[in-house]
């Protein structure tokens, strides 16, 4: 889904709660709202796949009526490929991708796509790397050429790199002085140790090291047809597309294979308190490894996360939020890569509850695991997931990142067609069963940024341990 998209589906899902969150005396002045509809599954359109004799798989995706087309090629190369001293070195070489082909400069690129009613932009993310395009249906062939050009010819010019460098630089300076990105970077140091998950920043000096012979290593390395798959999504000729997919991308080198590198996550209660004197909110992250999106009990697991701190409507939102005051925006998530997941909860708390709200939050993990929701609570959590998947579900884009979604932890297609049941088969007392199978309090690595004079004393109950 395009970062518009996920603003938008924001957008609509904080207007939903907020409504919600209206107070008492101003709902007891509402009607009592229509029951909620029956919830449907999600069809997902009729699609053509075929794959290169080089291995790229192809997926075409007619959509709607618009007259635009959108495209994501999408590579199994990303920061899960790097070394120990190669952290964001992926990045780097999307940068340098983005500088232009050996026929385009970066400029020239840009104007061919603007010219087609469209733009071509690079992603790379944990797991993958991304080169998304969209464009008129009517030229929807030359978007496919566009885009393979700059996925199999990449310039990776040596004469932009001290550019991107300081970019990156400026990008690391800000994200090292954020409290979310220091407690993100411990909790994931924590977890997943030398893996590649566990590395989140590099170095100045890293950034300074990487030359433009590194990046066209890595790019050799981890780019090629067998690593990659091309959706096509929105109004285009089938016919016309596919001899244009089939003319762009055969020549294009197999390449090697992904590694399947898949991380050992640790396991086990700890406390880590980093130091930022005079900080008036101390930063929460605590979690643990839990399942990925292939175990059968992946959308259970969704429906409980919710229900505890997923949702604005949830028990730990409602309680550190609404009830106790003590933080604006608490929220509890299930965060994927390959074969990998785990789950957390974090908020920013004033300095003086930080103590507290631990309290509180592990009151309603404790809770969850030993008392079933009622079916009115999970009802509505319920139908706040099925409203979710029906607008990540409602473009093109929104489609393409579903497929990815299956493919990438290997799900068959009615996964999608069956989420909405499967979502609302979920009881009570399921939800009780994965709280205490998955979510367990002594096995959950705490992370705390703030005043250490402050919250030290107050995170001793909870295994921190003074000095």
Not at 222 to 241: C, E, I, P, S
Request: net charge positive; aromatic share 8%; charged share 20%.
């Amino acid at each position: 889904m395009t970062s518009t998209s996920n603003a938008a589906v924001r957008g609509l899902l904080v207007a939903a709660c907020f409504s919600l969150a209206a107070p008492v005396g101003m709902q007891a002045q509402k009607q009592t709202p229509p029951a909620p509809g029956t919830p449907r599954n999600f069809t997902l359109p009729a699609t053509q796949s075929f794959t290169l004799p080089n291995g790229l798989k192809v997926t075409l995706i007619p959509y709607g009526t618009v007259p635009k087309t959108w495209m994501q090629l999408v590579v199994r190369s990303g920061n899960a490929n790097e070394s120990a001293n190669q952290v964001w070195l992926a990045d780097i070489t999307g940068d340098l991708m983005q500088e232009g082909t050996t026929t385009r400069s970066a400029q020239e690129v840009a104007s061919a796509a603007a010219g087609m009613g469209g733009s071509v932009n690079i992603g790379v993310g944990a797991d993958e790397t991304t080169i998304s395009g969209n464009s008129l249906s009517e030229v929807s062939p030359r978007m496919v050429s566009l885009i393979a050009d700059v996925a199999r010819n990449p310039r990776l010019p040596a004469s932009e790199l001290a550019r991107l460098k300081t970019n990156r630089l400026r990008t690391l300076a800000q994200s090292k002085v954020q409290p979310s990105s220091l407690a993100l970077e411990k909790f994931r140091g924590v977890l997943y140790g030398d893996h590649a998950y566990g590395r989140i920043f590099p170095t100045e000096a890293m950034i300074n090291s990487f030359t433009v012979e590194q990046a066209r290593s890595f790019y050799t390395a981890n780019f090629g047809a067998g690593r990659a798959h091309l959706y096509v999504a929105g109004k285009f000729d089938a016919q016309t597309t596919e001899a244009a997919v089939r003319s762009a991308f055969s020549g294009w080198a197999r390449g090697t294979p992904a590694p399947d590198n898949i991380p050992k996550p640790a396991s086990r209660r700890s406390i880590h308190l980093i130091d930022r004197p005079g900080a008036v909110q101390s930063t929460l992250i605590l979690g643990l490894p839990v399942l990925d999106p292939s175990n059968p009990d992946y959308p259970a697991l969704t429906v409980a996360n919710a229900l505890l701190g997923g949702s604005f409507g949830s028990r730990i939102t409602r309680n550190i939020r609404e009830n106790k005051g003590y933080t604006y925006s608490p929220f509890s998530s299930v965060s994927t890569r390959y074969r990998d997941g785990y789950w957390t909860q974090q908020a920013d708390v004033t300095t003086d509850v930080t103590g507290a709200s631990l309290k509180e939050i592990f009151l309603e993990v404790d809770r969850l695991r030993s008392e079933a929701p009622s079916v009115e609570e999970l009802r509505g959590i319920q139908n706040y997931i099925a409203g979710i998947f029906v607008l990540q579900n409602s473009s093109p884009s929104g489609i393409i990142g579903q497929l990815r979604f299956l493919n990438l932890h290997g799900l068959e297609r009615d996964y999608l067609a069956n989420l909405v049941r499967r979502v609302h088969a979920v009881t009570p007392a399921e939800v009780m069963r994965i709280a205490r199978t998955y979510i367990r309090p002594d096995q959950m690595t705490i992370v705390v940024v703030g005043d250490k004079a402050k919250v030290a004393s107050q995170l001793v109950p909870y295994g921190l341990t003074l000095e």
